[in-house]
């Protein structure tokens, strides 16, 4: 009952824009609560909003894991770690995900950028190119993305 209530209130916080309040809630369960998956989501949520990628990359990873299947979890995973620099590990994360992430554009989006920064730029360019093809809000969002300055859009 206790842990259904921190949710909540992490929930909460969440939606108000309070991420540490989220994470002062969530940190309040002890033991095996600690570790359910609704409590590892929300942490990541706030982890992600508060720009803490190392945090961050270690729930989305403990997420991966436990959910083999959810792109979502390696997504973020893959964005945390390239928040942090280290852009072949997200591109590598993102590789072994599951088969289902190369129906999300972001998916290719993502790996664009993450290409274009490794200095593979064809394999860059393709990614983009079907990201822009799956959805057109991603040719705007490449104009302005830092992480793809130089490819010709």
Partial sequence: MVAKQV?????????LGMPDDALEELDSLKGEDR???????????????????????????????????????????????????????????LQRGPEILSEFPVFHYNMACYHWMLGEKERAKNHLAKAIDM??????????DRDLVGMEI
């Fill in 7 to 15: 949710i909540r209130a992490a929930s909460g916080w969440l939606e």
């Fill in 35 to 93: 570790e359910e998956r609704k409590v590892l989501e929300l942490k990541l949520s706030a982890e992600m909003a508060k720009e803490h990628w190392k945090e961050g990359a270690v729930t989305a990873a403990k997420l991966c894991r436990m959910a083999v299947d959810e792109p979502d979890f390696f997504l973020s995973v893959a964005f945390c770690l390239h928040e942090m620099g280290d852009t072949e590990e997200a591109r590598n994360w």
């Fill in 135 to 144: 959805d057109e809000s991603f040719l705007e969002a490449a104009r302005e």
